[in-house]
């Protein structure tokens, strides 16, 4: 009996803050392990996605958008993201098409020079482009690297996403299962809950609360009715932001909770209590202790 050979391997998604990876990683698994905000530097950690079919198994990692640095957290998350580029079989380049040509991807094809790994450009968001602009585009990026590949897609729409995931076969080695077929993401439950809780403070909050936020679960446990019990912190660096978390009698807070528990509930398949606590820990962005303690490792 001739059996296709099972194929297996790690492919980072790498760009600029905000033109998709996120919204493409969750399209490619079919379901939400990739918070979205249309706020730049959402993805903080590498989120490991997993994708299976009858012959091969792709494990994308998600990295933090490269950006100039602000703070420890931003270097830690340009660490975090050009340390993948040496891992993996393939580097997928993601840009926005509708915004065209910008000084960021050029800073990117920089880091790409010395990298020995295939990448492929993925042009985002052509559902937001005419037809005709996209040859002279495609032209523009050329110059900036020799790309294996350049394919154009809509990740929130799907267009072309089984073309650029066919195209990828290509780049596995034989390799073995790492994860069950079932498995979408290696990280623990505990981190996506915490992640679902952060996307929904993202959507409700002013610019200046974003990048001051993290979430922490503190305690997760079933209750003997079958009830997830989740009790989470929210950190934010000033009095200030508290405030605003909270809301007005606690409206802003209550919101994203609810939200948050529609999501988790939809993740976990069973019924949530979730409790959310605010505390202030000053400047903790640019704390290494703090960053520890929150789960920002170097290099990880």
């Known amino acids: 009996m001739n059996k296709t050979t099972f194929k297996s391997g790690f492919i980072a998604i790498i760009g600029r803050p905000n033109v998709?990876?996120?919204?493409?990683?969750?399209?490619?698994?079919?379901q939400k392990i990739a918070i979205m905000s249309d706020k730049p530097q959402t993805t903080r950690n590498k989120i490991h996605g997993v994708y299976t079919t009858d012959h091969s198994q792709i494990?994308?990692?998600?990295?933090?958008?490269?950006?100039?640095?602000?703070?420890?957290?931003?270097?830690?998350?340009?660490?975090?993201?050009?340390?993948?580029?040496g891992e993996v079989e393939a580097i997928l380049f993601l840009i926005d098409a509708s915004e065209g040509f910008g000084g960021g991807d050029r800073f990117i094809a920089e880091q790409l020079k010395n990298v020995q790994t295939p990448v492929?450009?993925?042009?985002?968001?052509?559902?937001?482009?005419?037809?005709?602009?996209?040859?002279?585009?495609?032209?523009?990026y050329r110059k900036l690297h020799d790309f294996a590949e350049i394919i154009p897609v809509s990740a929130s729409l799907g267009n072309n996403v089984s073309t650029l995931l066919n195209q990828l076969q290509n780049y596995l080695p034989p390799g073995p299962q790492y994860y069950p077929e079932d498995q979408v993401?290696?990280?623990?439950?505990?981190?996506?809950?915490?992640?679902?809780?952060?996307?929904?403070?993202?959507?409700?909050?002013?610019?200046?609360?974003?990048?001051?936020?993290?979430?922490?679960?503190?305690d997760m446990k079933v209750e003997k009715n079958g009830t997830v019990h989740i009790s989470a912190v929210i950190f934010v660096e000033r009095d200030s932001q508290k405030g605003i978390i909270i809301g007005k009698q606690g409206s802003l807070l209550k919101e994203v909770g609810k939200?948050?528990?529609?999501?988790?509930?939809?993740?976990?398949?069973?019924?949530?209590?979730?409790?959310?606590?605010?505390?202030?820990?000053?400047?903790?962005?640019?704390?290494?202790?703090?960053?520890?303690?929150?789960?920002?490792?170097?290099?990880?």
């Open 20 to 30: 998709g990876k996120s919204t493409l990683m969750n399209q490619v698994i079919g």
């Open 185 to 218: 993401t290696d990280h623990p439950e505990q981190f996506v809950c915490a992640e679902l809780i952060r996307e929904k403070i993202l959507h409700m909050t002013r610019e200046e609360i974003p990048h001051s936020i993290a979430v922490t679960i503190e």
């Open 59 to 85: 494990v994308f990692l998600d990295t933090p958008g490269i950006h100039k640095r602000q703070s420890k957290l931003g270097d830690y998350m340009n660490q975090t993201a050009l340390g993948t580029l």
């Open 259 to 300: 939200q948050a528990r529609h999501d988790i509930q939809r993740l976990l398949g069973s019924k949530i209590f979730l409790e959310l606590w605010v505390k202030v820990k000053k400047d903790w962005r640019n704390q290494e202790r703090v960053l520890r303690d929150l789960g920002f490792h170097r290099g990880q």
């Open 120 to 140: 492929i450009l993925v042009m985002n968001k052509i559902d937001k482009i005419e037809p005709e602009a996209l040859l002279p585009l495609i032209d523009e």
